[in-house]
């Protein structure tokens, strides 16, 4: 379902084609030359059953990271790759050197990378809306489950989309009048009743059941 965002079909390389700007496909070579120039380093090697006098240096090879981006269901998520294998994620159309939404590269709207922080903010979309947790040791910010931007479409269509006119299928409106408000609540009031059981007692919030597949 898409939520004021629009889908990204995977199999369309159409919007990622259009998007490659001279400097685009520049920082492309940069990243391939990059890659085929390892960091080397020599490092003294000690076995426990050498005799003193022994001891070996051996090389070393590193590749370097670099930061990419990459479409997912939640949206543009801005991660870290290895350098030798940059070229490569970037023949794949969710995977870009530039936010999918802004087109910058140093985008921090949503970041996995170690030591950076999450902004929350794209020149490209609109922020997601989020709930701050109210206990006065955690203060973690909880965001709306829906993409404000871009997305990756999963792959399964929504009901009512292949399903014809199956006259089982059920249709109305049950699961589409969430809002981020109340998607926000919901998830707040989870994080609340699994991470602070004191405050949760407080606020009346009890843990769901333990949910049985079916």
């Not at 087109?103 to 989020?130: F, H, Q, Y």
């Not at 269509?157 to 014809?164: F, L, R």
């Amino acid at each position: 379902m898409n939520m004021g965002g629009k889908a990204f079909n995977p199999n369309d390389r159409r919007l990622k084609q259009n998007r490659q700007t001279p400097q685009m496909r520049a920082a492309i070579l940069a990243a391939r030359t990059r890659s085929a120039q390892p960091e080397q380093s020599n490092e003294l090697y000690l076995d426990a059953d050498a005799k003193p006098g022994e001891e070996a240096n051996i090389t070393v090879t590193r590749f370097g990271k670099l930061p990419l981006y990459k479409l997912t269901p939640a949206g543009s998520c801005r991660i870290e790759a290895n350098e030798q294998s940059i070229h490569e994620m970037l023949n794949q159309p969710y995977y870009s050197d530039v936010c999918f939404d802004c087109g910058r590269n140093d985008c921090l709207s949503w970041t996995t990378i170690p030591g950076e922080v999450s902004t929350n903010r794209c020149e490209g979309k609109p922020a997601k809306a989020l709930r701050i947790c109210p206990h006065p040791e955690c203060g973690r910010p909880v965001y709306d489950t829906q993409p404000t931007g871009l997305f990756l479409q999963e792959g399964f269509a929504s009901v009512g989309e292949d399903d014809g006119e199956d006259p089982a299928v059920i249709r109305d409106d049950m699961y589409s009048t969430s809002t981020p408000a109340t998607r926000t609540a919901s998830a707040m009031k989870m994080h609340i009743a699994f991470t602070h059981p004191q405050l949760a007692e407080e606020l009346g919030y009890q843990k769901p059941p333990i949910a049985v597949p079916v």
